[in-house]
């Protein structure tokens, strides 16, 4: 005696099954060239009125600061540590917000656990 399946559960599944590992394959594939685009592009942040700029590239590693020379007084060097705290974090924030944008684009939004 044959069991039967409801309709959608049998004979077809490889074929389904298949098509979901493509697609699965296809989505990892855009997300690294993705990440690698990601990871070439610069971002920049100035804070204190353009007093210090810091760039950035997408894997988070800080490639330059510019500080003018105003800026720099002996007798306040707390003030010049919380300008270069907050632009760096703010050029941080700004790579994980186009990461986070990127991303959800082939994704569909959703939130997938490690994805960058």
């Known amino acids: 005696m044959k069991a039967r399946l409801p309709q ?8 389904n099954m298949n098509a979901m590992i493509k697609q699965a394959q296809k989505m990892q594939e855009d997300m690294d060239n993705i990440r ?10 100035s804070v204190g009125g353009g007093a210090v700029e810091v ?3 997408g894997k988070h590693q800080v490639t330059a600061i510019n500080i003018k020379p ?4 002996p007798d306040d060097v707390e003030m010049l540590g919380d300008l270069l705290m907050g632009a760096i ?3 941080m924030r700004k790579i994980d917000e ?5 991303m959800g684009k082939v994704s569909g939004g959703f939130n997938i ?4």
Do not use: I
């Not at 690698?36 to 942040?45: I, N, Q, R, T």
């Not at 656990?113 to 960058?116: A, C, H, K, N, T």
């Open 113 to 116: 656990p490690g994805l960058f």
């Open 70 to 73: 105003e800026v720099v007084d």
């Open 98 to 102: 186009d990461a986070e944008q990127e």
């Open 36 to 45: 690698k685009s990601l990871d070439e592009k610069e971002y920049s942040v």
């Open 55 to 57: 760039t950035a590239n």
């Open 8 to 15: 959608g559960y049998g004979g077809g599944g490889a074929t």
């Open 89 to 91: 974090n703010e050029v």
